[in-house]
């Protein structure tokens, strides 16, 4: 059984941080990318940043020089952190595996697995 825990969201000021962690159990990752992908209300949601077992791969242009994606392959966890946070970036953030069919970049189509969310509110 696959599950995927988000943790780590809450409420901060514009340019304040927040590290998300993402704990995946039932799945062997490493071999494969993970993802953060984020949903605002309104909106689709966006993939936002992937790993794979050679690091990251995927940055939205966005995020870039702002949040980093990492791993940590013995406790089998995947974090985000988010610094110089923006009122734009608040939205439900997601952890995702096995979304885009082996590929780390993909819309978010229903596939694969995914967590419950941990919201992020900047203000």
Not at 11 to 17: D, E, T
Not at 43 to 54: C, F, L
Request: charged share 20%; hydrophobic share 30%.
């Amino acid at each position: 059984h696959v599950q995927l825990v988000e943790s780590g969201g809450g409420s901060v000021q514009a340019g304040g941080s927040l590290r998300l962690s993402c704990v995946v159990s039932g799945y062997t990752y490493s071999s494969y990318c993970m993802a953060w992908f984020r949903q605002a209300p309104g909106k689709e949601r966006e993939q936002v940043a992937s790993i794979d077992s050679d690091g990251p791969t995927f940055y939205e242009d966005s995020v870039k020089g702002r949040f980093t994606i990492s791993r940590d392959s013995a406790k089998n966890n995947v974090y985000l952190q988010m610094n110089s946070l923006k009122p734009e970036d608040t939205a439900m953030y997601y952890c995702a595996a096995d979304w885009a069919g082996g590929n780390c970049v993909g819309p978010y189509d229903g596939r694969g697995y995914w967590g419950q969310g941990t919201q992020v509110t900047v203000s």
